[in-house]
């Protein structure tokens, strides 16, 4: 089984910018796709992004599409999500998922990470 664990959260005013990234370790194969999603208090999980293996197909809400970019950290082998031009809407916890798939036009995650905060004030 593979543990995800994120990075990069915090508070920040709304206009600016976060990176989160995630780490893998224990059993790392067919972790692809990944992506994030995120929750705010009250409202279900809800899918951010998502990028296949080789990183050349990558995938967004149309929330954030525009304003978040998700690439994969060669080094680490894990996605980051840079987040731009940031709302208070984007508040929620950011988690890390593994081994995606696609089921019609719904993204589930199959392993996540504990989450990590984002705060965006207005």
């Known amino acids: 089984q593979v543990q995800l664990v994120e990075s990069g959260g915090g508070l920040v005013q709304a206009g600016g910018s976060l990176r989160l990234s995630c780490t893998a370790s224990?059993?790392?194969?067919?972790?692809?796709?990944m992506g994030w999603f995120r929750q705010a208090p009250g409202k279900e999980r809800e899918f951010v992004a998502a990028?296949?293996?080789?990183?050349?197909?990558?995938y967004y809400s149309d929330s954030v599409k525009g304003r978040f970019t998700i690439s994969k950290d060669n080094a680490k082998g894990t996605p980051y999500l840079q987040m731009n031009s940031l709302k208070p809407d984007d508040s929620a916890v950011y988690y890390c998922?593994?081994?995606?798939?696609?089921?019609?036009?719904?993204?589930?995650?199959?392993?996540w990470g504990q989450g990590t905060q984002v705060t965006v004030s207005s």
């Open positions: 998922a593994a081994s995606l798939k696609l089921i019609g036009s719904t993204w589930n995650g199959g392993s």
């Open positions: 224990g059993r790392t194969f067919g972790i692809y796709p």
């Open positions: 990028i296949s293996w080789s990183g050349l197909s990558t």
